[in-house]
Structure formats: C-alpha cells, structure tokens
C-alpha cells in the first residue's frame, strides 16, 4: 500500500522541504520507490532537488522556465504522469512554479477543489511505496489538498520560542479535513528539527514537546547541521552532498524509524 504523507506546519522555516528532500532521498536508498510533490509555489524542494534548472541557472531562479508543475494538475490541464521527472534512483519528482501562487484564488468557484490532488494521484499512486508532499506555510487551498490526498501527517517543529505556536490551529484544520473530506488521515508523528544539541533552550522546549504530544513525537530529532542547509544550492540532497554528515544520519535514522512501522 502507498503511504501518502504531507509535510505540514503553516509556521514558516521549520524544516518542512528539508525533512521532504531527505526522508525522500533515505527511503530511496533504502529501495523504496518515491515521489516527492512540490505544493509550494516558492518552490524551494524543486530548486533543492535541482529540477527544473539548468546547470548554471542557480542565479537566475526558476520563475521564468517553463515546465509542466503541480500548477498544471491543480489546474487539471496535466496529469502527474506528464509532469513526473525522474530524478535520480527510485526518486521521482513533481515540480512546482510560481504559477502556483495563483492557484488559490484561481480555483475559489471550482466545485471540489480541495479533492484536485487527490483525484489526480489515483491513477499513479500504485507506482510508488511512498508520495511524500511539501506543504506550502499556510493552511490555504493548497495545505488543504495534500491534507485531502494524504493518509498520514508529520509535523515538523522548530525547537526554539514558540514552536508550538499555531498548532493548535494546524491540529484543528487537520481534524475538520478529516471530518469533511478525509476519514483515514491521521498524524502519523511531530518530528522535533533544526534542534540545536548546544543551546539550553532547545532542550527545554524539545521536553515540553514532548510533554504535549507524548508518544506522537518521533524519536529521531533532526539537528542542526550546516551540510543540509549547504545542499540545497547544489541541487543536492543530503546523501548526495555529504553522506556521512550528522544531517544524513538523522534523516536515515527518520526513515528507519517510519520503516519500522512504529509510526
Ligand atoms: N537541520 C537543519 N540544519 C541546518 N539548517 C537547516 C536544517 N533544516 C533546515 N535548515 C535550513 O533552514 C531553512 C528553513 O528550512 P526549510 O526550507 O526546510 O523550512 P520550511 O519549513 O520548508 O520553510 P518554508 O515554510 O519557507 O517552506 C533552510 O535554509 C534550510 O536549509
Ligand atoms: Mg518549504
């Protein structure tokens, strides 16, 4: 069976593309098959992964390439299979574009407009063991289509001041998903990022964390590591860029722990 999981959190910077990029890469190199969905229009998984961009065009962005994106499904003028790129072994990718930024006012009259992915992932998902979707930082049309499309949630948090601001907001949005469009979807866990192992604050807040959502908290904790924020401008993942950096050990040890079926 596919897992689809959409990574959420509408609080900006928590690690959301980096924790898509990476688990996706892991689980790739553990043999599973995976598509990793762009639903931002900023796009920063598709630069991350390097698709979309030609050698060279770092500088100039990816705004003005045109290639078939998430835009065009949500637009229903493409199917996925017309806009997967195959990335590198077992990993495929669906871009996303700036164009996407339109999408939500674009398809306000569209009568079941929050179930576009969702219908549009049918015909492909059988291809994959896991479709893994970046969520945009906001708990519009788009977060509400992979919430919609997805079975399972994983939350990533910032261990910082006020990491758990708005999550009372996202678990609500996630339990009316789940009453309106979506009976299966639950949280499959809330994974604890950008943890910086020497400053005090990170623990205590990483404990109260874990005191508020208990055995919902995956127990690998992404820390902070300069070889994933370093990647993405290579158009790498963290197993291309530097394998045996600490950032590529969380992000496998993520994948085992999900594997394991614990979750
Ligand atoms: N564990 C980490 N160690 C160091 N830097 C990290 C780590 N995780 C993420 N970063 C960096 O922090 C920034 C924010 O991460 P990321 O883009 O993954 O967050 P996001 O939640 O997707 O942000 P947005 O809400 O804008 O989509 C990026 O520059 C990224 O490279
Ligand atoms: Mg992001």
Same mark, same amino acid.
């Given at each position: 069976?596919?897992?689809?999981?959409?990574?959420?959190?509408?609080?900006?910077?928590?690690?959301?593309?980096?924790?898509?990029?990476?688990?996706? =890469? !892991?689980?790739?190199?553990?043999?599973?098959? *995976?598509?990793?969905?762009?639903?931002?229009?900023?796009?920063?998984m598709t630069t991350h992964l390097g698709v979309g961009v030609q050698e060279g065009d770092f500088q100039e962005g990816i705004e003005d390439v045109e290639y078939p994106s998430s835009y065009d499904i949500l637009k229903g003028s493409k199917t996925v299979a017309e806009c997967v790129v195959h990335r590198s072994k077992n990993l495929d990718v669906v871009p996303s574009s700036l164009s996407l930024s339109a999408a939500d006012l674009e398809l306000g009259g569209v009568v079941g407009r929050e179930l576009i992915l969702k219908r549009a992932l049918t015909n492909i998902q059988d291809n994959y063991d896991y479709i893994i979707i970046d969520c945009p930082p906001a708990l519009g049309l788009l977060s509400l289509n992979?919430? =919609? !499309?997805?079975?399972?949630?994983?939350?990533? *948090?910032?261990?910082?001041?006020?990491?758990?601001?708005?999550?009372?907001?996202?678990l609500d949005t996630i339990e009316q998903v789940k009453s309106v469009f979506n009976p299966v979807l639950r949280v499959m866990g809330v994974?604890?990022?950008?943890?910086?192992?020497?400053k005090k604050l990170a623990r205590a807040v990483?404990?109260?964390?874990?005191?508020?959502?208990?055995d919902l908290v995956f127990e690998?904790?992404?820390k902070t590591n300069v070889a994933l924020a370093e990647a993405p401008s290579d158009g790498k993942t963290i197993f291309e860029y530097a394998p045996r950096e600490?950032?590529?050990?969380?992000?496998?040890?993520?994948?085992?722990?999900?594997?394991?079926?614990?979750f």
């Open positions: 069976m596919t897992k689809i999981i959409a990574i959420i959190n509408q609080k900006g910077g928590v690690g959301k593309t980096t924790t898509t990029v990476n688990l996706g =890469a !892991a689980l790739a190199e553990k043999g599973k098959k *995976v598509l990793l969905f762009d639903m931002d229009a900023q796009s920063n992979a919430l =919609a !499309a997805a079975d399972s949630v994983i939350i990533p *948090v910032q261990s910082e001041y006020l990491a758990l601001h708005g999550v009372r907001q996202l994974l604890i990022c950008l943890h910086d192992i020497r990483s404990d109260t964390i874990r005191t508020y959502f208990g690998t904790v992404i600490r950032g590529a050990d969380d992000y496998r040890e993520l994948a085992n722990e999900i594997e394991s079926g614990k």
